[in-house]
């Protein structure tokens, strides 16, 4: 089974800060996460841009941090940690989900392993997620030097580096599954949640 390693690097401007652990029901966003993950993967690890927390700490699941050349990228440099993560392991391959899209598929890494074997595989749907992927360690020097050229306009967009690979997208009919949590919800909304 593939590693999967759940995002959560971001700064959650529009949420506040500190996105993971905004709560969702009865738990936080990266929680349900977990939950949605957890007998799906080989292993789950959580990636962040900043060092251990007491709160990813009580999670119980390895952190990887991103390297202080890239910590502050955009998401690709979480996804640059995972696949250093995975060839560290001596695995062809990663899976990476955001921490805000607690909804997430039970079989999501049973479909991305059995897609054709591109560079990159995603779901797509009314919008695309390309973050919700199995990524191949072969792309890994690749998106090292385009982030490396593109530090100093703040990061990569997870697009253009789309462009730049051979892709497989898995087409989805259940969008809400992949619907990503941004801003804060209201107390009454989180109540309702199981």
């Known amino acids: 089974m593939t590693t999967a390693v759940i995002l ?6 529009r949420m506040g800060g500190n996105k993971p652990f905004h709560a969702h029901g009865a738990s936080t966003l990266i929680e349900a996460v977990i939950a949605r993950l957890r007998g799906q993967a080989g292993a789950l690890y959580i990636n962040a ?23 502050a990228l955009g998401p690709l440099s ?3 940690t995972a696949l250093e993560l995975a060839a560290a392991r001596g695995e062809e391959a990663v899976v990476t989900v955001p921490c805000d899209m607690p909804d997430l598929p039970l079989d999501l ?3 991305l392993e059995s897609a054709p074997h591109t560079d990159v595989v995603y779901f797509t749907g009314r919008s695309e997620y390309p973050l919700c992927a199995l990524w191949r360690t072969t792309v890994t020097e690749r998106l090292k030097a385009m982030l490396e050229k593109n530090r100093d306009g703040g990061g990569l967009a997870v697009w253009r580096f789309l462009e730049q690979v051979q892709v497989c997208k898995i087409i ?10 941004n801003v804060p919800q209201p107390k009454s909304w989180d109540q309702r949640l199981p």
């Not at 700490?57 to 991103?66: F, K, M, Q, R, Y």
């Not at 969008?175 to 949590?181: E, G, R, V």
């Open 109 to 111: 890494v049973a479909q």
């Open 8 to 13: 959560a690097g971001g700064q959650g401007r």
């Open 78 to 80: 979480g996804v640059l």
């Open 172 to 181: 989805t009919t259940d969008d809400a599954a992949f619907a990503n949590i």
């Open 49 to 71: 841009s900043h060092h251990l927390t007491p709160e990813f700490e009580a999670l119980g699941l390895p952190l990887v941090v991103d390297d202080a050349d890239f910590s």
